[in-house]
């Protein structure tokens, strides 16, 4: 059963969602603290590179299906262009200002 994203219980994980099914990519930067770092499947990865290509340029779209972690853990089928679908696994760590300063990503 998909949780709405307007019910996700972190508010940067929340805005983080929003941003990215609504293809905002000015939001999506504004929820990110300076410096931010992301890994997919266990790798790091250049952050603008990979949002460019997971995300903008191939109209990702996250579906949430659970939440753990106080909402800092997901279980989300993402989609894209190049993809498709896929049961993906998102862990956030949120600095002090409420931006996300990490992201993690990886098939589940």
């Known amino acids: 059963m998909t ?6 219980s972190d508010p940067a994980v929340r805005a983080f969602v929003t941003a990215v099914n ?10 990110l603290a300076p410096g931010a770092t992301m890994a997919d499947d266990g790798s790091d990865r250049d952050l603008a590179e990979w949002i460019e ?3 903008f340029s191939t109209h990702g779209h996250m ?9 800092r853990a997901l279980l989300a089928r993402y989609s894209n262009d190049t993809w498709g679908e ?9 600095a002090d200002d409420g ?3 990490r992201f ?3 098939q589940a």
């Open 3 to 8: 949780i709405q994203t307007a019910r996700l």
């Open 53 to 55: 290509q997971e995300i």
């Open 104 to 106: 993690e990503t990886e």
């Open 63 to 71: 579906e949430v299906d659970n939440e753990s972690r106080g909402g």
């Open 86 to 94: 896929m049961r993906t696994r998102w862990i956030f760590t949120v």
């Open 99 to 101: 931006r996300i300063a």
């Open 22 to 31: 609504a293809h905002d990519r000015e939001g999506f930067m504004q929820i």
